[in-house]
């Protein structure tokens, strides 16, 4: 048999009775042979699996079976949850570690091995979601206006800059900017952004904007049409996000600016450069498109971070 030929990741000596050991081998099995598991995935989830038989060991004062994993209660796995906090184990690591687990007891649910609904049950723990990494207004600026640099066709290099202008601009999302087509033009001083959900929304359009985008389209061999793409790959094609993206890690090498400088950052820098220089939170809100003003809420947090590093760098007492 072919999968009996790959190699798992070592495990210590049993945590578990011979049947509920015979499955956890079977599962890991499975993942390396059927789902062609990586082989540090494996050992993650090997890791998190191993530590439960270890916990349920302890917790019940002998090693668990099938019988048991079936028989386990809400609070056994609230009790694990518990011991791994108390380990000072952080939110993402106990997450994946529940996701590890599931994934064990969705197999043995499959296989008609052994059947236990509380574990779907359990809420996964609160990630704390990573605050946005905008780019200082001198850098974004250099971005957008060196981005064409590293192109050598003019009417190309017009266009990254426009994308890219438009992107910090008006703040859209690369997936926003690049679905345009020609029947926004002429453009006047709002443009129509159709969003996550289909959700549209209304948007200023600077002067910079408007004139970069201008000057792309007087460049651009392509004339698609009103229902053609705005933005053009060089192949007369719908431009794609992993060509802007590219140009982007281009032009932060170049420029020294670190790897959180993406498209994306851009959106992000609009947002918070807005926040800093007095925009109402409300309004940055509807020019984003977010639903819940608690996604908006996360920008002035990085407004408060940055203006504190101005403070101890800058403050004679600091």
């Not at 590293?150 to 009417?155: H, R, T, V």
């Amino acid at each position: 048999m072919a999968g009996s030929r790959v190699s798992l990741p070592p495990v210590p000596p049993p945590l578990a009775q011979g049947d509920a050991a015979e499955a956890f081998e079977a599962w890991r099995l499975w993942l390396a042979t059927e789902k062609r598991a990586s082989r540090h995935t494996l050992t993650s989830y090997t890791h998190d699996v191993l530590g439960f038989f270890a916990f349920l060991a302890d917790h019940r004062g002998e090693p668990a079976g099938l019988l048991d994993l079936k028989g386990l209660r809400p609070g056994d796995f609230r009790a694990w949850l518990a011991a791994r906090r108390g380990r000072d184990l952080g939110a993402t690591s106990n997450a994946r570690a529940l996701s590890s687990l599931r994934g064990f007891f969705r197999f043995l649910d499959r296989r008609d091995l052994a059947h236990n609904p509380h574990i779907a049950n359990l809420r996964t723990p609160k990630l704390p979601r990573p605050l946005p990494k905008p780019l200082a207004i001198p850098d974004a600026g250099r971005v957008v206006e060196d981005i064409g640099s590293f192109q050598d066709e003019p009417w190309i290099a017009a266009r990254d800059v426009a994308v890219l202008t438009l992107l910090y601009g008006c703040g859209l999302r690369i997936d926003e900017a690049l679905s345009l087509d020609r029947n926004i033009l002429p453009l006047g001083d709002t443009l129509t952004v159709t969003g996550k959900g289909r959700k549209q929304r209304m948007v200023p359009v600077l002067p910079a904007v408007r004139a970069a985008l201008e000057d792309y389209l007087a460049r651009c061999p392509y004339q698609p049409g009103g229902d053609g793409a705005l933005f053009i790959g060089a192949r007369g094609k719908r431009l794609q996000a992993g060509v802007v993206q590219l140009q982007m890690r281009r032009a932060r090498a170049a420029l020294g600016l670190p790897e959180t400088a993406t498209p994306h950052a851009l959106r992000h820098s609009f947002a918070t450069h807005l926040l800093g220089a007095g925009g109402d939170l409300r309004a940055i809100q509807e020019l984003l498109g977010h639903v819940s003003l608690s996604t908006t809420q996360r920008y002035t947090a990085v407004d408060a971070e940055q203006l504190l590093k101005v403070y101890e760098k800058a403050h004679p007492r600091a």
